[in-house]
């Protein structure tokens, strides 16, 4: 059965299941450089996976082409690294995700908001819908895996499983 997915704040705690979350506010610092400047210290861990994986930086811009409401007719998972979204402007933005597995359960699916500070680390094999902008136009600093292994599933819901995001 189709249901609505209800946004809920992004927190690490509830965020734990499916990685971790990039807050700085969440963070204790300590200066370097002669005190000039706050070092937030390893927010995530970065997994490369099995092989040769290699950790890479990116830049995902992405227009605002999703209409609301929008139907969740697949999800996508990594199963051999993590993958993290740091926004790069400010804006919030919508997270849709559910619990590692063989393929997503529709109905442990989450909708979680960044509020524009907050980034997310996937962990390997969690299930994830890509990126959805609340803005115009959006830009968000990705660190993911490179190596041999493909590391991108996609599974498509049956009609009936579709769930569906309406925003704001």
């Not at 000039?36 to 227009?63: C, L, N, W």
């Not at 999703?66 to 790069?88: K, N, T, V, W, Y």
């Not at 597995?101 to 529709?106: A, K, Q, S």
């Not at 962990?123 to 660190?143: F, K, N, R, S």
Request: charged share 20%; aromatic share 8%.
């Amino acid at each position: 059965m189709s249901r609505q997915l209800k946004a809920t704040p992004l927190t690490a705690e509830q965020f734990a299941p499916f990685g971790q979350v990039i807050d700085r506010s969440q963070h204790s610092h300590f200066l370097i450089n002669s005190g000039t400047t706050e070092r937030y210290h390893r927010m995530a861990q970065v997994d490369t996976g099995p092989d040769d994986g290699q950790a890479i930086i990116s830049i995902f811009r992405k227009p605002k082409a999703d209409q609301f409401p929008l139907s969740i007719a697949m999800l996508e998972r990594h199963p051999h690294g993590s993958q993290a979204f740091i926004p790069l402007r400010g804006k919030p933005f919508l997270i849709v995700v559910a619990p590692a597995g063989d393929r997503p359960d529709p109905q442990q699916m989450r909708l979680f908001i960044s509020n524009g500070q907050q980034g997310v680390n996937y962990a390997p094999g969690v299930w994830h819908h890509p990126l959805i902008v609340t803005c115009d136009e959006d830009e968000l600093l990705v660190v993911d895996r490179a190596g041999q292994l493909a590391n991108c599933d996609e599974y498509a819901f049956d009609a009936d499983q579709i769930h569906w995001i309406d925003w704001p």
